[in-house]
């Protein structure tokens, strides 16, 4: 079956340090992927997607991702870290004409001043 | 921009009791989904619908019914509400199977 996993449901660091969250995700066929962030009691808020063409893909809020085929990924990365960063991040994929997105369990990301 | 509009945002019912948790989109999508949220799981597709007419079981779909009343909207009913069903609810829309564009959450406690 197809899965999406995000290790470490909890990352913590400091200010001004980089941020790296971890995506993978299992499937034969190339998905389209994305990351999503969800500030308390709100919505989720697309950051990033990568569907074709340059596997390096740049986001709102200075993240940027990079698809790697043949390790299955898709991390998200931010140089700096900012104390509005703190949030929940989820990475969720989907398969052309399946039509829905699968998601990942969330990390939980807190900024220390 | 209204986006996804949910409603309500909040709601507590008692076992056994039903109800109908409302989503509508002004985007003109074609696929609407609903999803629940709950603690270390991530999100979890209830059922969803490609297109106007039509809907499919997602995950997680035991205990809910769905309708497609129209292409904007899409509505989500518990029969007979359990325990279990205590979760935040998302409405989510998109075209094809690019990015969705979420509501804001329906909190839903059955005591």
């Known amino acids: 079956a197809q899965s999406v996993t995000q290790l470490g449901s909890h990352v913590s660091v400091s200010e001004g340090a980089l941020v790296l969250l971890r995506c993978n995700y299992s499937s034969s066929v190339p998905p389209y992927l994305f990351w999503y962030v969800q500030y308390p009691n709100q919505g989720l808020q697309l950051l990033l997607k990568y569907t074709t063409g340059a596997t390096l893909v740049k986001g709102i809020n200075g993240f940027e991702a990079e698809f790697k085929k043949s390790e299955t990924s898709f991390h998200l990365t931010k140089p700096s870290a900012h104390m509005s960063d703190a949030a929940e991040y989820f990475c969720?994929?989907?398969?052309?004409?399946?039509?829905?997105?699968?998601f990942g369990q969330g990390t939980r990301l807190t900024i220390n001043p | 921009n209204a986006g996804v509009t949910q409603t309500p945002k909040f709601q507590v019912l008692k076992t056994g009791q039903s109800m109908t948790l409302q989503c509508a989109q002004d985007m003109n999508h074609n696929s609407m989904y609903w999803y629940r949220q709950d603690p270390g799981m991530g999100l979890r597709l209830i059922y969803y619908s490609a297109s106007e007419g039509t809907t499919d079981k997602g995950e997680v779909p035991n205990g809910y019914n769905v309708s497609r009343l129209n292409k904007r909207e899409f509505s989500l009913r518990l029969e007979s509400a359990a325990p279990s069903q205590t979760s935040v609810y998302f409405c989510?829309?998109?075209?094809?199977?690019?990015?969705?564009?979420f509501g804001n959450g329906t909190r839903l406690t059955v005591t």
């Open positions: 989510a829309s998109s075209e094809g199977a690019f990015s969705a564009a």
């Open positions: 969720a994929v989907s398969w052309g004409g399946a039509q829905k997105l699968v």
